[in-house]
RNA sequence: GGGGGCGUGGUGAAGUCUGGAGUUCACGCCGGCCUGUCAAGCCGGAGGUCGCGGGUUCAAAUCCCGUCGCUCCCGCCA
C-alpha cells in the first residue's frame, strides 16, 4: 500500500509524513489506495461524504484525513450492508470493511487519486450519525463567513481548510527543522507579564493574588529573548502567540503567531541569512517552488523612491520615475510650487491601456482621494506627442523629456502627482498597486528591505520612533543631531507587498540604550521605571545580538493564496473580536469580578440593562 | 473614532434603484422510483416574522430613521 499522506480531501496538495492508518478502527487510509492494493482486504473507517444510491447498488464516497475512496455495496455480494448502507446519510462516521477491486472498464475516476480502484464493502457499521449539516461542505458556493466560524469544526472538514491546515503545519515544520538543524534552541517565554504602555494597547489580564494589579500579555517576546541572549542561550527560537489590543484588518487578528528567533553576536546579514533559508524552506514545503536566492534587497529610501512604499510588490514593474530634472525649471504652477517647496514631482507609466475621459478622471479622483492635490495624466500618441489637459502648460522640450524619462511608448499612461515628497510616494505606490498588482499569489517575490529610519514624522510634523526603543541606530550621535535622516539598524522581510515581519539588531551596550531612551524622550526616571530591571541585565556582559519575527499568518495565507488570514487559522475571531463559535468574550459572575476586586463602571451596567429592557419588551 | 458593502426558506443567489399577494433559480432536506454512479438521475412534497425596532404609505423585502451582526477600508497596529 502506497504511504498515507495528508492532504487536501481527494486533492493531494503537497507532501506530507506518512500517518499510521492502523488503530482499533481500521487498518488502511482511504486516500493511499492504489491498483498495486487490488485483493486486499481493508477496515476503513472515516465520513459519508457522498452517498449514491441506484436503488440497487449504493456508492459512497467515504474520506477520511487521508482522502477519498469509492466504497460500492451490491445487493447480490453483501445484501445486509447494501440494506443499511440505504441508510445513510451525508456525514455518517462509519466503518467499513470490504476488498478492494479495480473499477470495471470504464468506471476509473481521474478526478480522484484513488480513481482506479474502489472498495466492495462486506459489512458497514455507523460509528455515529449526523444531523443535516448547516451549511454545504463543498466548495460550489461561498458560505457566510460568521456561520462558518459558529461551525468551525464542520468548515474545517472543508477540502479548502483541510489544504490550509496542512500548509500551516508544514510552513511551521520546516521552520522547526530549519532552527533545530542550525542548532537553535526552542524557549518558551511568560504569557503572563508586565505592562508596556508602548505601541499597541497591551490586553490585560487581572491578578487575584494581587487585587488591583494586571499582567499583560505579549504583544511579542521581545525583551524576554533578549534576556535569553544575555542568558548566554546564543540561539533561540519559538513559535509565539502574541496580542495586540487593536482593530482588526484583512491580515490582522489580536492573537497571532509569530516565529521568533535571535541570535547573539550576530549581525544584519547573519539574520537576513537565516530568514532566506526559512522562507526557502517554507516555500519548498508549502509550495514544492525551490526560490532563488540571495533575496533582492531594497534600502527603505530606495524603496520609497522606486515603489512608493516600504513593503513594495516587485512582481511587476510601473516604477516611480523622478521628474524633478524634467520640470527644474518648469513654468507649470503646480509643479514649480512642489518643488520651490521642497516636494516632488514623479510619475508612474501605466502603460498601453485603453481609458476614456472618464476614467482618467476617475484617477485623479482617486488620487485626491488618497491625498493628493491633484494628478496629471498624459496619454502618448501614435506619433509620440502627448494628449492631455495639462500638455498647454507643459514646454516642448518638458514633454520630450518626460516621454523620455518614462521611456514611453504609444498608448501609454503616464500618471504625475506633485506634492510633498512622502505624499507623492505613498499615493503614486497606491495607484502602482491598484492598476497593476497581480491578483493571485502565483509567483512569489521575497525582497528583505533594509535601513529604515530611526523616526518619521508624523502629519503634524512630531518625529515618533519608527520601531520599539531596543533597536540598535547606526549612530548614536546622528540620531541626535539629524533625527530625519538617521538610520536605524532595523529590516523586514516582504513577500509579494506584505510584510510578513520585521527585526533588528539590538542595543547590547547600557549606555548606548540609556542615550536611546533619552533622545525618544523618555526621560531617565520613567525608563528606569519601566525598564530598569532590563537595562540592569544589559550591564552584566551582553552579547551583541540580533533578530527577528516572522508572521505565521500571513506567510500561510499569502503562500496559499488566501487574501485573509483567518482562512489559515482554525479558530480566529470576528472583526469585532468575537468568537461566534464559543461565545467569547463574555459577562463573568459578580463574584468572579470580586475575586479580582474589579467593578463594572455605572454606564457599562447601565447599557447592559437598557439591552435587557429591550429584549424583554420585544 | 470614521467611511463603504452585505443581511431574503437549511445554504447560496435574484427580487430592493422605480412600493402593489412571500415571487423565482440552484443546492440541500423529506417521500417515491431506479443494479455502475461519481455535482447520479427522474417524479412528488415540505420549508420563509425578507436581521431587529420604529416611521412614511391605502399598501413596505423594497422608501426613511435607528439598531444589531458579518465584512472591506481609513485612523490605530513602538
Redesign the pocket.
Given at each position: 500500500m502506497t504511504p498515507t499522506r495528508w492532504h487536501a480531501t481527494g486533492n493531494p496538495t503537497s507532501p506530507g509524513a506518512p500517518i499510521m492508518a492502523s488503530t482499533e478502527y481500521r487498518d488502511t487510509h482511504a486516500g493511499g489506495l492504489r491498483r498495486e492494493d487490488a485483493g486486499t482486504v481493508v477496515r476503513l473507517a472515516g465520513w459519508a461524504e457522498?452517498i449514491?444510491?441506484?436503488?440497487?447498488?449504493v456508492?459512497v464516497?467515504l474520506r477520511d484525513a487521508s482522502g477519498i475512496v469509492?466504497v460500492?455495496f451490491?445487493?447480490?455480494v453483501a445484501p445486509e450492508a447494501t440494506d443499511a448502507a440505504h441508510e445513510l446519510?451525508?456525514e455518517y462516521c462509519v466503518r467499513v470493511e470490504g476488498t478492494v477491486q479495480e473499477?470495471?472498464e470504464g468506471?476509473?475516476?481521474p478526478?480522484?487519486a484513488t480513481?482506479r480502484v474502489?472498495v466492495?464493502a462486506r459489512t458497514v457499521e455507523v460509528l455515529s450519525t449526523a444531523d443535516?449539516?448547516?451549511?454545504?461542505l463543498?466548495e460550489?458556493?461561498?458560505?457566510?463567513?460568521?456561520?462558518r466560524?459558529k461551525y468551525r469544526y464542520l468548515d474545517l472538514r472543508r477540502p479548502r481548510m483541510t489544504a490550509n491546515l496542512l500548509a500551516r503545519s508544514q510552513a511551521v515544520g520546516a521552520m522547526r527543522r530549519v532552527m533545530e538543524e542550525r542548532g537553535f534552541l526552542e524557549v518558551e517565554t511568560p504569557t503572563l507579564i508586565a505592562s508596556t504602555p508602548?505601541?499597541?494597547?497591551d490586553f490585560l489580564v487581572p491578578s487575584r493574588l494581587r487585587p488591583g494589579q494586571f499582567y499583560a500579555l505579549p504583544?511579542?517576546p521581545?525583551l524576554f529573548k533578549q534576556l535569553l541572549m544575555i542568558g548566554g542561550v546564543e540561539r533561540y527560537y519559538q513559535i509565539a502567540r502574541c496580542y495586540?489590543d487593536?482593530?482588526?484588518?484583512?491580515?490582522?487578528q489580536v492573537e497571532f503567531t509569530q516565529l521568533d528567533f535571535e541570535g547573539a553576536f550576530w549581525g544584519q546579514d547573519d539574520v537576513l541569512a537565516t530568514l532566506e533559508e526559512i522562507s526557502v524552506a517554507v516555500t519548498k514545503a508549502v509550495r514544492g517552488i525551490d526560490l532563488p536566492r540571495p533575496f533582492p534587497r531594497l534600502t527603505y529610501a530606495e524603496a520609497l523612491a522606486r515603489y512608493g512604499t516600504d513593503k513594495p510588490d516587485i512582481r511587476f514593474g510601473m516604477e516611480i520615475v523622478d521628474l524633478g530634472g524634467v520640470f527644474a525649471a518648469t513654468e507649470f504652477q503646480a509643479f514649480a510650487t512642489a518643488l520651490a517647496a521642497g516636494g516632488a514631482v514623479r510619475g508612474i507609466n501605466a502603460g498601453a491601456r485603453q481609458m476614456a475621459r472618464s476614467a482618467l478622471d476617475g484617477l485623479v479622483a482617486r488620487a485626491r482621494e488618497l491625498g493628493a492635490g491633484g494628478l496629471v495624466w498624459l496619454v502618448v500618441e501614435a506619433d509620440g506627442s502627448l494628449r492631455s489637459p495639462t500638455t498647454k502648460y507643459l514646454s516642448e522640450a518638458e514633454q520630450t523629456d518626460l516621454v523620455a524619462a518614462f521611456g514611453a511608448s504609444p498608448g501609454d499612461v503616464l500618471l504625475l502627482v506633485a506634492d510633498r515628497t512622502d505624499k507623492v510616494a505613498a499615493v503614486l505606490g497606491q495607484l502602482r498597486l491598484e492598476l497593476g498588482q497581480p491578483s493571485g499569489h502565483e509567483e512569489l517575490a521575497y525582497l528583505f528591505v533594509t535601513d529604515f529610519p530611526v523616526f518619521e514624522r508624523?502629519e503634524g510634523g512630531d518625529l515618533?520612533?519608527?520601531?520599539?526603543?531596543f533597536t540598535s541606530p547606526v549612530s548614536v550621535e546622528a540620531m541626535r543631531t539629524d533625527p530625519d535622516n538617521a538610520i536605524s539598524k532595523a529590516y523586514d522581510l516582504v513577500l509579494n507587498g506584505s510584510e510578513l515581519g520585521s527585526g533588528s539588531v539590538r542595543i547590547h551596550d547600557p549606555v548606548v540604550q540609556a542615550a536611546v531612551f533619552e533622545i525618544l524622550g523618555i526621560s531617565p526616571e520613567a525608563a528606569a521605571r519601566r525598564f530598569g530591571w532590563f537595562l540592569e541585565a544589559l550591564r552584566y556582559g551582553t552579547p551583541p545580538h540580533a533578530g527577528f519575527a516572522i508572521g505565521i499568518d500571513r506567510m500561510v495565507a499569502i503562500l496559499q493564496g488566501e487574501r485573509?488570514i483567518?482562512e489559515v487559522i482554525p479558530f480566529p475571531k470576528?472583526?469585532?473580536g468575537?468568537d461566534?463559535l464559543t461565545g467569547s468574550p463574555s459577562r463573568v459572575e459578580d463574584y468572579q469580578l470580586s475575586d479580582l476586586g474589579i467593578d463594572i463602571r455605572p454606564e457599562v451596567r447601565q447599557a447592559w440593562a437598557e439591552e435587557a429592557g429591550e429584549e424583554t419588551a420585544?
Open positions: 457522498r449514491r444510491d441506484q436503488g440497487g447498488v456508492f464516497d469509492q460500492v451490491r445487493p447480490d446519510k451525508r473499477r470495471p468506471t476509473a475516476n478526478e480522484l480513481g474502489e466492495e443535516t449539516l448547516p451549511f454545504h463543498d460550489r458556493t461561498e458560505v457566510e463567513e460568521g456561520r466560524l508602548e505601541g499597541a494597547r504583544q511579542s521581545q495586540r487593536e482593530d482588526f484588518r484583512a491580515d490582522r508624523t515618533v520612533p519608527l520601531h520599539h526603543p485573509n483567518r470576528t472583526q469585532t468575537a461566534p420585544t
